[in-house]
């Protein structure tokens, strides 16, 4: 079974630039989420959807961060304007309907910004 | 106070020792918990997943929940080289049919040498 694809694996940008990140959850998976993670720190919570809904996006810096699933399946996350402090991991992570078993990660990407 | 508390360490043991990890919490609603395991420049990999109090095993990994006092455990037995990652402790409280969101400790880095 194929794990939860994010693209692209790194990323180096100027302030004010915009960015996006693409992720592909698990399949069948009906609960995707975008998480940050700043070095030394837990992954934080920006957004979880639930099939094409947006169930939590109460940590999402809305100002600046947008997130969309429009299909239900694949999910863009963008920046616009980006921020020093934005620099961090950004993971996408899956969970099948009702969560039993858990959420499954990728391999993140990695966001300098300059 | 943080909902998830987890001692960073970092810890450094010899192979073969037994590691234990552990994480307090104080959100009552938890139900779901979560180990991962993180090596240096990859996303989180789920270990164990345990819903509600008890133990289970798997493999060299037992995870415990008791949440009487809000603590959660994983244990390591015969730790190996290749055990030497940063394990985040994760749990949720669950949201409709979902997992909801995950809060997370902010890892422990751990050593195992040769």
């Known amino acids: 079974e194929a794990g939860v694809a994010q693209s692209p694996r790194y990323k180096i940008i100027e302030k004010r630039q915009s960015v996006a990140f693409w992720c592909n959850p698990i399949?069948?998976?009906?609960?995707l989420y975008w998480y940050q993670q700043i070095l030394g720190q837990g992954p934080k919570l920006l957004i979880q959807f639930q099939n094409n809904g947006v169930v939590d996006d109460s940590q999402l810096p809305k100002d600046r961060f947008s997130a969309e699933r429009l299909k239900g399946v694949d999910s863009t996350l963008k920046i616009q304007p980006a921020k020093l402090e934005d620099s961090a991991v950004y993971l996408c992570?899956?969970?099948?309907?009702?969560?039993?078993?858990?959420?499954?990660f990728g391999q993140g990407t990695r966001l300098t910004v300059v | 106070q943080k909902e998830v508390e987890q001692d960073p360490g970092p810890l450094s043991v010899p192979e073969g020792a037994i590691v234990s990890l552990n994480c307090t919490y104080s959100n009552s609603a938890f139900q779901y918990f979560m180990w991962y395991r993180q090596y240096s420049r990859k996303g989180p990999e789920l270990l164990m997943y345990t819903y509600s109090s008890g133990n289970k095993e798997d493999g060299r990994f037992t995870a415990q929940v008791d949440k009487s006092s809000k603590y959660i455990s994983l244990f390591i037995r015969d730790s190996q080289p290749s055990d030497s990652a940063t394990y985040l402790c994760a749990m949720s409280d669950g949201r409709g049919s979902t997992l909801g969101r995950l809060y997370f400790g902010r890892g422990t880095q751990l050593t195992v040498w040769p």
């Open positions: 992570a899956s969970s099948p309907n009702g969560g039993a078993g858990g959420a499954f």
């Open positions: 399949s069948g998976h009906a609960t």
